[in-house]
């Protein structure tokens, strides 16, 4: 039976963190599978960190990325070049992650084309499309078209259920935020080399004993949050550093410019607050478990944190994470100045609550979620196939001999 050509298809630095552990399995198991990898590169620079640090090289790369580009651009510029990729190399299934527009916008061109798609991180909701906003809308319409639903937990499959997915669909995976994170803290502690390098980037960086004095670590960039709800956090983490002037806050800005203004405006003459350029994957994950406990809108580090033992404070009035909340790991204070305030407060000086919200307990999985996506394709893989006539020839393929054909032509002549 031939292979299956699977294409996974991210362009944002969370999607890439997600998915890349998925690569890497699927190429484990190249009698099966080609696994091929499209980037849009929705975001760009941070993007390619997050390829460098796991050793992925793109197959195709739609290179979307341009000064002042909005939903319009990004949605319409990935569909019609998806349309082009899906042409070029006919892919058996695309796999997604998320929901960003670069997974909504891929999965509306896979079914255009007909292709089974594969979603990732399926069934996370607000059920309020401008909470987050876009991500709300973009995860519930590729749950329309997807055909494998690979849902982090038992709630996930749930929300799936209750909208009519099938339960024969929704495959629950544990999320492979959970994969990534112990694949690079793995590296770290079993290479002194790179342990030591990192310490020294982060000595440079922040400027104090970040290994032994007590740090927030903060992260914020929700697009809901921008104006008001940046100078109330703002605000918070100034009230706060006032406040507990022996307490360090650790800040990597966001490179948003509704980011970047009101924090350096607000934050930057308070000695025990570090704004910092924002960190790649591999030493963010070593300050995420270095630190106190965690002020965030990321969706992401609700994830990760929990395995640390991190309490995570979450600047947004919804999540659809709700599992770590009911776990007591999480806890949402929206970006509202005094329950930002009053959060910090009470983990900071009630032990008890503090200690509560610090057990090690991560109801998104065991770090196997790749595992069992690829067990899954390799089923349907198995139980599915090709047609007996080949494969139709793709528009790449067929320009590639064209050029190979040219250039033998050429080299016949210039031999006569």
Known sequence: MSRKRIMLVFGTRPEAIKMAPLVHALRQQSDRFETLVCVTAQHREMLDQVLELFEITPDIDLKIMMPGQDLYDITSTVLLGMRDVIQDYSPDAIVVHG??????????????????????????????????????????????????????????????????????????????????????????????????????TLNKALGFNWQEQRFILITGHRRENFGDGFLQICDAIATLAQKYPALDFVYPVHLNPNVQAPVHAKLADLNNVHLIKPLTYEPFVYLLKHCFFVITDSGGIQEEAPSLGKPVLVMRDVTERPEAVESGTVELVGANKVNIVNAVTRLVEDKHHYAVMARAHNPYGDGNACARIVEVLSSWAANTRLQQTPKPTSKRAVRRKLEEAQTTDAYSLSNR
């Open 99 to 200: 929901d960003t527009s670069t997974t909504l916008a891929t999965s509306v061109a896979a079914f255009y084309a007909n292709i089974p798609v594969g979603h990732v991180e399926a069934g996370l909701r607000t059920f309020d499309f401008r909470a987050p906003f876009p991500e709300e809308f973009n995860r519930q319409i590729t749950t329309k078209v997807a055909t494998w639903h690979f849902a982090p937990t038992q709630a996930s499959q749930a929300n799936l259920m209750a909208e009519k997915v099938l339960e024969q669909d929704i495959y629950i995976t544990g999320n492979s935020v959970i994969d990534a994170l112990h694949w690079v803290l793995d590296r770290i502690e079993s290479d002194s080399a790179k342990s030591n390098n990192l310490k020294t």
